[in-house]
């Protein structure tokens, strides 16, 4: 639940900004660049990591929506299956527990949690531990380096997924710039420049603004005297003060 609030949070703090900016909401609706963007990242994803990782990124996707699978009548199961083990172990002894622990499933002891029952993963690390001392094959510092590696190689599994989303959202700014730089190659075709866009030329909308300068300050132009159509030209840009005052030096120094 949380993570939809958060989500709607950002969502509307974002798009709420941009609005109360004055900002047309449908400007930020452009298909294809989400195609470029998300379809690139998503491949990329794909073709980095194993199926087993893809998989498991999946259904962890999905679980954030449910929350965690863990409740508090869990925890207190596992504490009171470990108390009969270790019950069973004083009162019986080591090899008390060897049938249990050979086959949990059809055991008496494992059978009455079904819901730890059904963790393979914390059935099999505790059966393991329990079967090292049962064999009597290690010393207790032995032991407990084992299943502190056993516990980190555990962890760095479970962790893979989210390891794996988190580059991927790395990588989504250089796809960025990668749909940057293809829409500004379809709006100005390979054979012009950026000195050959002007303002007159519809392809080249998004970058108008820099052959404005180079028509009112370049070297080459001073000599012409176009000074009404360039300040005719400062007076339409948003950003008409500099312009202007561009132009006003190259009248100087055309009628010096």
Same mark, same amino acid.
């Given at each position: 639940m949380l993570v939809l609030? #958060? &989500?709607?949070? !950002? +969502?509307?703090? !974002? %798009?709420?900004?941009? !609005? =109360?900016?004055?900002?047309? $909401? +449908?400007? +930020?609706?452009?298909? /294809?660049? +989400? %195609?470029? $963007?998300?379809?690139?990242?998503?491949? &990329?994803? $794909?073709?980095?990591?194993? &199926?087993?990782? !893809?998989?498991?990124? %999946?259904? @962890?996707?999905? #679980? =954030? %929506?449910?929350?965690?699978? /863990?409740?508090?009548? @869990? /925890? $207190? @199961? =596992? =504490?009171?299956m470990l108390y009969d083990l270790f019950s069973l172990m004083r009162k019986e002894g080591l090899l008390g527990i060897e049938e249990h622990i050979e086959d949990p499933q059809s055991s008496s002891l494992f059978s009455a949690y079904p819901r730890l029952l059904r963790e393979h993963h914390l059935i099999e690390f505790t059966t393991d531990c329990l079967r090292l001392i049962v064999g009597g094959s290690m010393n207790p510092h032995e032991l407990e380096q084992l299943l502190e590696v056993e516990l980190e190689t555990h962890h760095h599994e479970a962790i893979a997924p989210a390891l794996a989303i988190t580059k991927m959202a790395d990588a989504l700014p250089g796809f960025g710039i990668v749909a940057a730089v293809l829409g500004w190659r379809m709006r100005c075709p390979a054979s012009a420049s950026l000195r050959r866009c002007s303002v007159s030329s519809p392809p080249c909308r998004s970058w108008a603004t820099i052959p404005r300068v180079s028509a009112c300050t370049s070297p080459a132009r001073w000599s012409v005297p176009s000074s009404a159509s360039c300040f005719a030209t400062a007076s339409s840009a948003r950003w008409a003060p500099p312009l202007k005052t561009a132009c006003r030096k190259m009248a100087a120094r055309s009628s010096a």
């Amino acid at each position: 639940m949380l993570v939809l609030v #958060g &989500a709607f949070m !950002v +969502l509307a703090c !974002v %798009l709420g900004g941009f !609005v =109360l900016a004055h900002g047309q $909401i +449908l400007a +930020l609706w452009q298909p /294809y660049e +989400l %195609l470029i $963007i998300g379809g690139g990242a998503v491949g &990329a994803f $794909i073709s980095a990591n194993p &199926a087993k990782v !893809v998989k498991a990124a %999946l259904r @962890d996707a999905t #679980g =954030l %929506l449910k929350g965690s699978k /863990y409740s508090k009548q @869990d /925890y $207190i @199961d =596992l =504490l009171s299956m470990l108390y009969d083990l270790f019950s069973l172990m004083r009162k019986e002894g080591l090899l008390g527990i060897e049938e249990h622990i050979e086959d949990p499933q059809s055991s008496s002891l494992f059978s009455a949690y079904p819901r730890l029952l059904r963790e393979h993963h914390l059935i099999e690390f505790t059966t393991d531990c329990l079967r090292l001392i049962v064999g009597g094959s290690m010393n207790p510092h032995e032991l407990e380096q084992l299943l502190e590696v056993e516990l980190e190689t555990h962890h760095h599994e479970a962790i893979a997924p989210a390891l794996a989303i988190t580059k991927m959202a790395d990588a989504l700014p250089g796809f960025g710039i990668v749909a940057a730089v293809l829409g500004w190659r379809m709006r100005c075709p390979a054979s012009a420049s950026l000195r050959r866009c002007s303002v007159s030329s519809p392809p080249c909308r998004s970058w108008a603004t820099i052959p404005r300068v180079s028509a009112c300050t370049s070297p080459a132009r001073w000599s012409v005297p176009s000074s009404a159509s360039c300040f005719a030209t400062a007076s339409s840009a948003r950003w008409a003060p500099p312009l202007k005052t561009a132009c006003r030096k190259m009248a100087a120094r055309s009628s010096a």
